[in-house]
């Protein structure tokens, strides 16, 4: 079982940057593949990067390449998501999302994994 905490979402105007951090509980933190996810009201939670257990491995989605950077410290239990260039249409709340691999590979998809945060706000003003 793990817990996830994100914090750093807020108010920023297009252009402008954002860090989000995600904190897990646990001592087994560097078994899990993380990733962000998004979500706006009314719309389905959308996938937005992934990073493998020991963070050799990233993924992203097209709309955020060369924006978003994903990252993890697995000894402070910890993944970040640095946004930069932010626009208005990455106005969502944020969700960081765990799941236990077997292997150091990531997962994409939103039914995969287990644990969620409880989402963090992020508005880009135009």
């Known amino acids: 079982q793990v817990q996830l905490v994100e914090s750093g979402g807020g108010l920023v105007q297009a252009g402008g940057s954002l860090r989000l951090s995600c904190a897990a509980s646990g001592r087994t933190f560097s078994s899990y593949a993380m990733g962000w996810f998004r979500q706006a009201p009314g719309k389905e939670r959308e996938f937005v990067a992934a990073?493998?257990?020991?963070?050799?491995?990233?993924y992203y989605i097209d709309s955020v390449k060369g924006r978003f950077t994903i990252s993890r410290d697995n000894a402070k239990n910890t993944v970040y998501l640095q946004m930069n260039s932010l626009k208005p249409e990455d106005t969502d709340v944020y969700y960081c999302?765990?799941?236990?691999?077997?292997?150091?590979?990531?997962?994409?998809?939103?039914?995969?994994?287990?644990?969620w945060g409880q989402g963090t706000q992020v508005t880009v003003s135009s």
């Open positions: 999302a765990a799941r236990v691999t077997a292997f150091n590979i990531v997962v994409l998809t939103l039914s995969e994994y287990e644990y």
């Open positions: 990073i493998s257990r020991s963070g050799i491995s990233t």
